[in-house]
């Protein structure tokens, strides 16, 4: 008997969407975060670091070590640079790399209280 083949599922390029929120920059990340599109991650956050962002990873369907550390890492600039960063929603693959590294709680801690966004 034959085993079925299962096809590898298709490659999803990472996207990022910067969003005006009510009180917090929103940003929306789409496709893999590894080490190919965590570069880009960084080019779209850096900048940000003395904003209050909240980053919306509900349509990350893979994230590895690399997007881990990318995400503590930008955790702590923010903070030093006077601002903070936020998960919002995570994809159950993200809550599950999250959970079993024990990172769940702070990377999802709201940020810090902020004036209004528009003042930053």
């Known amino acids: 008997m034959r085993s079925p083949i299962s096809a590898v599922p298709p ?9 005006n929120g009510p009180r917090h920059l929103l940003v929306r990340v789409r496709g893999e975060l590894d080490c190919d599109t ?5 080019a779209a956050l850096a ?17 590895d070590s ?8 930008q955790r702590r600039a923010s903070r030093r640079a006077g601002g903070d960063l936020s998960l919002l ?7 599950r790399v999250l959970d079993v590294t024990r990172t ?7 940020c810090d209280t902020a004036p209004d966004s528009s003042a930053n």
């Open 89 to 95: 929603h995570c994809s159950p693959p993200v809550r």
């Open 66 to 73: 690399t997007g881990l550390g990318l995400l503590l890492s």
């Open 38 to 42: 965590g570069p880009d991650l960084f």
């Open 11 to 19: 490659y999803a390029p990472l996207s990022v969407e910067i969003v």
């Open 47 to 63: 900048p940000l670091a003395h904003r209050y962002v909240e980053l919306d990873f509900s349509h990350v369907p893979f994230m």
């Open 104 to 110: 769940f709680a702070h990377l999802t801690a709201p």
